[in-house]
């Protein structure tokens, strides 16, 4: 014999009123923007960024900050809808997320050295790099470098201030409001083309009829310059700065194809709002 439905964990007039209540169309619209994006970034600031690019199409998103693959892997099972910001190599490795074809933006990458003659790629150097990024993280393994991880940029200036040696291996922008806090005098930085990427926001497939306005939102935020007040509150832009920052030649021996030789220079680069 069925059981009625006054046997059942919740009554039919009690799951009416719960779907009444909260319709099947009110589930949040969830952003992961990863732990150490919020860390090194500051959650207020990615949380402005996040509201602003969804806020033409009605969506008032709730943000997270996971830690790095446990997120990606949430937004590729569709537990969490989107991801702030990923490399494409990164990101194309969870075949359920699709990216928002115009990027967020461009980001370099390369060598901080003490030394110009340290600025280079040898395996008895010593390295350093943030956990931030799996791209720096994959590049040591590929080159074999023996590269520290701390946790934040403060933290790879603090060492190499105390040790007088060490070559950090970081996104140009990202590292240089630690850099203005560090205590350093002047420092040299070499571009590494292979490190160059450009960063995009991705949606999982399921939300794949957003693409088009997501596009749309990421072009006019640019045009309309919040992308760039952003970055220079991110970057400390508006605060002096001392160190005096030395840019060598690109380092010439890249493991990877380098991107166009369109970049912008580095004192063009801009901090990602992204873990990679």
Not at 40 to 58: C, D
Not at 100 to 121: K, R
Not at 141 to 168: E, P, T, W
Request: aromatic share 8%; glycine share 4%.
């Amino acid at each position: 014999m069925n059981k009625s439905w006054i046997d059942m964990p919740f009554p039919l007039p009690v799951l009416l009123l719960l779907l009444f209540i909260f319709p099947l169309n009110a589930a949040p619209f969830i952003v992961n923007a990863n732990e150490e994006i919020g860390e090194t970034l500051g959650t207020e600031h990615v949380k402005h960024f996040i509201r602003q690019l969804y806020a033409p199409l009605g969506i008032k998103p709730s943000i997270v900050f996971l830690p790095n693959l446990r997120g990606l892997n949430m937004a590729n099972q569709g537990q969490v809808d989107a991801e702030f910001s990923r490399y494409e190599p990164i990101a194309k490795a969870y075949p359920n997320l699709v990216k928002i074809t115009e990027p967020l933006l461009a980001v370099n990458a390369g060598l901080f050295c003490l030394l110009p003659a340290h600025c280079n790629l040898e395996s008895d150097n010593l390295y350093i790099r943030t956990k931030r990024s799996i791209t720096i993280g994959n590049f040591c393994r590929n080159h074999h470098l023996s590269c520290q991880v701390v946790k934040h940029d403060n933290i790879a200036f603090n060492i190499m201030n105390k040790r007088g040696k060490g070559i950090y291996l970081s996104e140009y922008q990202v590292a240089i409001n630690a850099l203005c806090q560090s205590g350093i005098q002047h420092i040299y930085y070499r571009h590494v083309p292979s490190l160059s990427q450009f960063s995009y926001h991705w949606i999982h497939h399921k939300h794949k009829h957003l693409l088009s306005q997501l596009t749309l939102s990421m072009i006019n935020i640019k045009k309309s310059g919040l992308l760039k007040e952003l970055l220079k509150k991110i970057s400390g832009k508006n605060n002096p700065c001392a160190v005096k920052i030395i840019t060598l030649p690109p380092l010439k021996a890249a493991a990877t194809p380098a991107l166009s030789s369109s970049r912008p220079p580095p004192e063009n680069q801009h901090s990602p709002l992204s873990k990679k």
